[in-house]
């Protein structure tokens, strides 16, 4: 056999190979996928976003009081997440750079991001649940800002360290104070990429059930305040469909199911800035 | 020695015993500089790779103090002061003596802001100002033309040349008194090379420029003056056309024709 001749055989196979692994994978992430729209949209109705949780049997049961939780916790997760990942992710790329704290501080972050959930659950179980003595939404937001802040650090870290330094000596050059440069030039030129880790470490953490089961716990009915035990979608959905009852199991779907498209969207919008970035 | 030529002009700038050796270096980069820098007119820095011209340059606007570590001793004197000197404004020497990269530095923000971005630093807040001031600085960098219907577009959309351009534009908007200029043309074709070159000409009126360059034709095009580096000392500063011609030294004119480098 000539050497081209082989050497398109062997493409050939590899490429059949690796066509066939990738159909592998995807049909079983579209089974689970469409597994949970069927069930999904089967459960989702009105009552859904309109009804607190009720026993098992009653009509009038619904998510209501997951779904604001959820958005609670996520969302006071992100506001207090947010920028203490930014800023500490501008220290270590604008002040620690090389600088031997910033490198403990850069590895302690990767060994956190990698920390099963359920280790922190128990940890903010121990350091403000038994103080306290019950659950709160609290204890769920720091939980889940726990697991937020290195994703976000570390992004940032990474994003702004992207930004070429040629860049910070022109703004400087310029005149600019420091400051200035980070946040007219720097945050710009990544502004990007750390909005996409903002994204990326909102959806994890909006995924997480382990965490929460120890901390903010559950509550089958509408509660705001934030010192008493919130519901959320995880858990709900943990207790639903682990339950005997098939309303129950279907309310359980319908939490999967919104909890999912969420998780989805905020992953494409992720994925979709990344790409008009490379783009550019 | 070095063969230092007399300038009787004014200067901008004059460096004396300037010595300077970077962070966690052993020897020094730079030793024993003394060098004046005439006034409005243009002095070209040559000499082969590693002999510290970038160095040099980024000394006179102390880029070297935004990392740690960099030794330096001797002075520069500009407009009657040393500001090598401790209590130097730093902020304000660079509004007085600005900048241009080897690689074009736009930021990423629009035509507009770039320009405006020093403009903003310095205060200056009113809309009508800022638009006759950036499009100004760009008609002085010869690119308002090319820019005038997109200034709100991002500015990474422009080709090298139209960069580099912008980049000078940023810089004259502020009005300073010197402009550095490291390698401006090395990364940009034949045609943009032309146009830096005679924007870089026409600047001098109201400016002084130091312009480092690795082309030697260069030097000789645009240049008044020229100063010959070799490793971390200043061997021969001349007028261009005697240095290129008749040059004093052994090493420059070894270098100049094409012995060493
Ligand atoms: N950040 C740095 N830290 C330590 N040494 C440096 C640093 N930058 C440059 N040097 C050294 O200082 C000397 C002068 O470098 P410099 O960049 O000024 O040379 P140059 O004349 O501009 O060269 P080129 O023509 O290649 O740009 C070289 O020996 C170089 O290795
Ligand atoms: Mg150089």
Known sequence: MNPIKKRMLINRIILILSSLSALIGISFLFWILSVLIMNGVDAINWNIFTFEGAPPGYEESGLKHALIGQLIIVGVATL????????????????????????????ISDIMMSAPSIVIGSFVYAIIVIPMGHFSGWAGVIALTIIMIPIILRTTDDMLQLVPSTLREAAFALGAPKYKVITSVVYRGAKVGVLTGILLGIARVAGETAPLLFTSFNDNFLNTDLNEPMASLTVTMYNYATSPYDDWQSLGWAAAFILSMFILGLNIVGRLLIMKRKGR | MATIVDITDEKALEVKNFEFTYNGAQEPSLKNITMPIAKRSITALIGPSGCGKTTLLRSFNRMHDLYAGN?????????????????EDLIKLR???????????????????????????????????????????????????????????????????????LCIARAIA????????DEPTSALDPISTQGIEKLVIELKERVSIIIVTHNMQQAARVSD?????????????????????????????????????
Not at chain 2, 71 to 87: C, M, Q, T, W
Not at chain 2, 245 to 252: D, F, W
Request: glycine share 12%; charged share 25%; net charge negative.
């Open chain 1, 80 to 107: 207090i997440g947010v920028p203490l990942g930014i800023l500490g992710g501008t220290y270590l790329s604008e002040y620690g750079q090389k600088s031997k704290m910033a490198y403990i501080i850069r590895d």
């Open chain 2, 71 to 87: 030794r330096y001793s001797g002075s520069i004197e500009f407009e009657g002061r040393n500001i090598l000197d401790a209590k």
């Open chain 2, 225 to 261: 003056y020229t100063g010959f580096m070799y490793m971390g000392e200043l061997i021969e500063l001349g007028v261009t056309e005697e240095l290129f011609v008749t040059p004093k030294e052994r090493l420059t004119e070894e270098y100049i024709t094409g012995k060493f480098g």
């Open chain 2, 95 to 165: 509004t007085n003596i600005g900048m241009i990269f080897q690689k074009p530095t736009a930021f990423p923000m629009s035509i507009f802001d770039n320009v405006a971005y020093g403009l903003r630093l310095q205060g200056i807040k009113n809309r009508s100002e800022l638009n006759d001031r950036v499009e100004k600085a760009l008609q002085d960098a010869a690119i308002w033309k090319e820019v005038s219907s997109r200034l709100k577009n991002d500015a990474n959309g422009l080709s090298g040349g139209q960069q580099q351009r």
């Open chain 2, 174 to 181: 502020v009005e300073p008194e010197v402009l550095l200029f």
